[in-house]
């Protein structure tokens, strides 16, 4: 059975304090590992998608990289906009996905 | 590119009715949509798998006869809650999958149902 774990469950951040969210991954087969950023009452917003360990993906204030056992996204000198919950989400045969219980991050001014 | 909206966005019923909640992919068809569901400061529930012209597949322990989806077109699934009861209140999600290189799922805004 495909296994997605994240850590922290949350973290306090001061505006500018760069860490790393953990996503630890057990799949047969991994078909794409998957970032999305969800705000409070709002659907998921997509990030990014990893494919192969050694992968890495930019944007803006956030880069997540790829290993074979688990995934880093790491949140450089954060903003209080970044604020929000981080999901990790893998897919193995068919479409489906399985998501990690996510990392609520708050970053303060 | 890539968005999903889902109407209503809010929705309160008395328990007992049916309510029809939408999915449609706005720029991109969509053969395969999925159903989510989340509770309070939890993840994301797979309900359903909605295949376009075919019956959709349920995760175990979702009642089919409860939920009931259909997916009519390539732009569009819909999720009934048959006989709602204020245990069904929660927040519906869905999301269609992009079928070009990516294969990306891109979620709709999601829907609050509050069963009173």
């Known amino acids: 059975e495909d296994q997605v774990t994240q850590s922290p469950e949350a973290l306090r951040l001061q505006e500018g304090e760069s860490s790393s969210l953990n996503c630890s991954y057990t799949v047969s087969g991994l078909r794409g590992l998957f970032w999305y950023r969800q705000d409070p009452g709002k659907g998921p917003e997509f990030l990014f998608t990893l494919y192969s360990a050694g992968e890495e993906k930019e944007k803006e204030r956030l880069k997540a990289t790829l290993t074979k056992k688990e995934s880093f996204l790491h949140i450089t000198a954060p903003k209080p906009e970044d604020s929000a919950t981080y999901l990790c989400a893998v897919r193995a045969a068919g479409n489906k996905l399985t998501f990690g219980g996510g990392t609520r991050v708050l970053v303060k001014p | 590119g890539a968005v999903v909206s889902q109407h209503p966005s809010r929705v309160i019923c008395k328990s007992g009715t049916s309510v029809k909640i939408e999915c449609r992919s706005l720029?991109?068809?969509?053969?395969?949509m999925f159903w989510y569901r989340q509770f309070p400061k939890q993840s994301l529930m797979l309900m359903a798998t909605?295949?376009?012209?075919?019956?959709?597949?349920?995760e175990q322990g979702v009642e089919k006869d409860k939920f009931l989806i259909n997916h009519a077109s390539l732009t569009l699934s819909t999720l009934t809650v048959t006989s709602a009861h204020p245990e069904d209140s929660s927040f519906y999600i869905c999301?269609?999958?992009?079928?070009?290189?990516?294969?990306?799922?891109?979620f709709g805004p999601g829907t609050r149902l509050t069963v009173l």
């Open positions: 720029d991109f068809q969509a053969t395969t």
């Open positions: 909605s295949n376009e012209g075919s019956k959709a597949t349920y």
């Open positions: 999301s269609a999958g992009d079928r070009g290189v990516t294969d990306t799922q891109y």
